[in-house]
Each structure stands twice: as C-alpha cells, then as structure tokens.
C-alpha cells in the first residue's frame, strides 16, 4: 500500500515554523480565496459538506456553549494557574498522547517513530515524573508529530467521508468521528479504575487546551466564519494525512482544465 513519508528534515522545518499549523492552513484558504480559486474551492466545499444546514446549526450550539460555558471555564483556569504549572499540564497531557501515537505509527508502518514515541513516552513517565518534565527532549529524543486514528485509518484506505460537526467536539468527518471511539481507548487515563478521577483527568485535559488558545475565535472573519472554520480543518487534515507533504495537482488534466 502506498503511503507518504515525511522525512526527519520536513520535521525540522515543520517544527521551525513560528505559527501553529491551524493558522498555516487557514492562510492557505485565504490565499486560495484572493488568487482566484474560489469557485474551485467551492465546489469542493459543496461536496464535502453534504450535511450543511446540520452542520451549521451545530456550529452555532457549540459557539454558544464555548461563550456561556468553556471559555468562562478556561479564564477560570488560567487564573487560578500560575505559568508554569499550566506548561506542565500541557506536557504531562503530551506524554499521554505519545502513546497513542506510538500505537498508530505502529499501525500505519512508521516503525521509527513509533519507536521514538515510546522512548519517549517511557523516559518521560519515570525520569520526567509522569511528564512533568520533558527529560526526551533534554537527551535528544525529539518529538514526533501526533498520530490519531482517524489518520491510521487514512492510511488503510478508508475514504474521509462528509464533514461533520460534532456537539462539543466541533470539526471532525465521517471517518474522524467514528475513530475517535477507538482513539479514546488508546489514551492511557481512559484505563484509570477509578471512574471520577478518570473523567477529572478528561476535564482538565479539555480545559488547558481551550486555555491554551483562549483567543482562536479573534482570527475568525466576521463574514462566514463557518466556511473559514471547515476548509481549514479540512485543509489541515489532509495536511496531517499526508505528514507534511504538499500534493501539487499542477500539470494533470483536471488543472488542465480549470485552467482552459
């Protein structure tokens, strides 16, 4: 089966990169928008988003639930948590995620990386105190990028399917959203016996992200922010599927085409 790769080198530069990559995508769309590939882009749109009006009406709960609800939650948050201790939330909740990650490099043939979650994963749960601290990174192991399954599904094959919103959760797709059931089962705190400490850790690990971008909605235009919010996370899934690699359509007969 073919499958991209994404070479030690791109991950470098990638991690150069001084803007998180949600903002690199939604310049992308908004460049798209400007050098006339709009109607392109469009049609795309209309058959990604068969689902549209739900879609919408779903958007705007979740908008209303993040004013009335999360945000006032993560300003709660971040007052109550000095810096420091909130950069260290944030890294004891990556190291988890190293090992779900490890899991579906596993899955999707990246051995290495795979290798390099796990040492990761393992150096920072003990040396790192739980992850704490990242003791990786001080000895050189470096960070791979976050693999879910919706990506390990990707790769076996399995179309992306219509876009859809999902209450709380916001953007997702077909495929996204049904392998979030067996995502959630590869996070280590979903094993916790305990059932309220288990949804506690889940808590705050909602919270300090929302925290963690407690202004996103300002780089939103004020002109259909819905279709800005769904081409960007479609760009940027595919951005993720593809680990890094830009597919240049130039030169095929479709583009042909378009450009007649």
């Known amino acids: 089966m073919f499958r991209p790769v994404r070479s030690k080198q791109q991950g470098r530069e990638n991690k150069g990169f001084p803007y998180p990559r949600s903002v ?8 798209l928008l400007v050098s006339g590939f709009a109607p392109a882009l469009a049609q795309d749109s209309l058959e990604d988003d068969p689902w549209e009006p739900f879609n919408r009406d779903m958007y705007a709960f979740n908008i209303l639930a993040d004013k009335f609800f999360s945000k006032p939650v993560a300003y709660a948050y971040k007052a109550i ?16 995620g190293d090992f779900g990650s490890a899991v579906n ?15 990761r994963f393992l150096v920072n749960s003990t040396f790192g105190v739980a992850g704490l601290f990242d003791f990786a990174d001080n000895i ?3 960070k791979e990028e976050p693999e879910d399954f919706g990506q390990t599904l990707a790769v076996w094959g399995v179309d992306t399917g219509p876009y859809l919103v999902l209450p ?9 959203a049904s392998a979030k059931i067996v995502g959630s089962n590869l996070q280590p705190q979903g ?3 305990d059932v309220g400490a288990r949804n506690a ?5 909602i919270v300090s992200i929302r925290a963690r971008y407690i202004d996103i909605e300002k780089t939103l235009p004020e002109k259909d922010p819905y279709s800005f919010v769904r081409d960007a996370y479609l760009q940027r899934r595919a951005y993720q599927v593809l ?17 007649d």
């Open 81 to 96: 948590m000095p810096d420091v201790a909130e950069r260290a939330v944030g890294r004891v909740f990556n190291n988890l």
């Open 105 to 119: 490099n596993l899955g999707q043939g990246k051995y290495e990386a795979s290798a390099a979650n796990t040492g």
């Open 140 to 142: 050189g192991l470096e």
């Open 191 to 193: 094993y916790l016996e």
């Open 168 to 176: 709380f959760l916001g953007p997702s797709t077909l495929r996204d």
């Open 24 to 31: 690199l995508s939604k310049l992308l769309i908004a460049a």
């Open 243 to 259: 680990d890094g690699e830009v597919v240049d359509d130039f030169g095929t007969d479709e583009s042909d085409d378009f450009l």
């Open 201 to 205: 850790v889940r808590v705050v690990d």
